[in-house]
């Protein structure tokens, strides 16, 4: 544990950020996995897309990856609708 006061109140912004972290990434893949079904609705897409977006602004993936999982969200939505 920490003893200097600014090491205390870093450790509890980070497990703060921790917490939040975690609630919006499993929120993130509860959308994606959504999306993911064949009989998603085009809601569930742009649900997903719009989490994705929002969690590499924010720094909560890198946006590499939210442009990865949304191309591949768009590829499977286009390959069902046809």
């Not at 890198?62 to 949304?70: C, P, Q």
């Amino acid at each position: 544990m920490p003893n200097i006061k600014s090491a205390k109140k870093d450790l509890r912004r980070s497990r703060a950020a921790a917490v939040r972290n975690r609630a919006q990434r499993s929120a993130l893949r509860t959308a994606v996995k959504k999306a993911r079904v064949a009989t998603a609705a085009a809601a569930d897409h742009l649900t997903a897309v719009s989490l994705l977006d929002r969690a590499a602004r924010k720094g909560l993936i890198h946006r590499n990856a939210a442009a990865r999982v949304k191309s591949r969200l768009a590829k499977q939505a286009a390959a069902s609708a046809a």
